[in-house]
């Protein structure tokens, strides 16, 4: 059996190196996608630190009843996409601190925060069902709504807003134990 001619060797090798590069270049943009600082910021005095006012917004979940945010408590918001693999970790603590307070009868309002408006109701909920938090409440961010009025531009974002609507916590994927104490000091 005869080997291929230099030129076509070069081409596959050409070919095979630009594949390669742009899988990387791929890999590398996915994951600059998901927050990894995880370094809490609890000062929330500044307006650059996302102070939003009192009022309350109502958002529809992804069961189609709806919550005030913030309303008279206190709440965590994680900012989240269904293609974020980090996001998987902050929701399940999100979903772990929300069942804390439940058994121990403390009031917080707790919302995943699909930043992805493509994507569907069915897919948040698969992804919901996969990280085995089938309960927590979500919306969809529409119109980029907390987003903008939060100043959250990472994924995997978690932030606490007392019941006036400052922003007295903010991080990237806190443990479970961290939100509820972020919670308490918001008032809780």
């Known amino acids: 059996m005869t080997s291929p001619p230099p030129t076509a060797r070069r081409t596959r090798l050409r070919r095979r190196t630009t594949l390669a590069l742009a899988a990387a270049a791929t890999a590398a943009l996915t994951l600059s996608a998901c927050g990894t600082d995880t370094k809490a910021n609890t000062s929330g005095t500044s307006a650059s630190s996302g102070n939003a006012s009192a009022k309350a917004d109502t958002v529809t979940l992804l069961d189609d009843t709806t919550l005030a945010v ?22 399940k603590n999100l979903d772990k601190a929300a069942q804390a307070f439940d058994k121990a009868g ?14 569907s109701k069915q897919t948040i909920r698969q992804f919901l069902d996969y990280i085995k938090a089938p309960t927590l409440p979500a919306t969809i961010d529409k119109g980029a709504t907390f987003s903008l009025r939060y100043q959250v531009s990472a994924l995997s974002t978690l932030i606490v807003v007392d ?11 806190p443990s479970a134990d961290q939100i509820q104490d972020a919670l308490k000091k918001a008032g809780a």
């Open 70 to 91: 913030p309303a008279n408590k206190p709440s965590a918001l994680f900012f989240f996409s269904v293609g974020c693999g980090e996001c998987a970790g902050g929701a």
């Open 106 to 119: 403390k009031k917080a309002n707790f919302l995943a925060v699909d930043m992805d408006p493509s994507e």
């Open 163 to 173: 019941p006036q609507g400052k922003v007295t916590y903010r991080a990237t994927d």
